[in-house]
């Protein structure tokens, strides 16, 4: 299976499998409740030094967004997670969850 990498100068990179966040809604608190998860792709290499611009760099590469303005789009860890939002709202987009 071929690597798909996010590009950063540390090589020491962790494997990924890379989900699409949909059927969300609002909940009663303000958050956002992710109803359901689509699997994009397994096995996307990410360095722990890998910036939000070059992981939203990575996406737009790739076709699943169409921007990596970080006034747009914003990349929070959480936990050992990645997850990409929607900056206006909050709306949970992407999550990047390791594979360990």
């Not at 956002?32 to 996307?44: G, M, Q």
């Not at 921007?67 to 959480?78: A, F, G, H, P, S």
């Not at 929607?86 to 987009?93: G, S």
Request: hydrophobic share 30%; proline share 3%; net charge negative.
């Amino acid at each position: 299976m071929k690597k798909e990498r996010v590009r950063t100068a540390e090589h020491r990179e962790i494997s990924y499998t890379l989900y699409h966040f949909f059927d969300v809604w609002k909940d009663e608190v303000g958050g956002w409740t992710v109803n359901d998860t689509h699997l994009l792709e397994e096995n996307v290499y990410i360095s722990p030094i890998a910036t939000a611009k070059e992981i939203c760099k990575y996406l737009k590469r790739k076709g699943y967004i169409n921007t990596d303005d970080l006034r747009k789009v914003y990349v929070e860890e959480n936990g050992n997670n990645i997850e990409v939002y929607q900056r206006k709202d909050n709306i949970p987009l992407f999550g990047f969850s390791p594979n360990f």
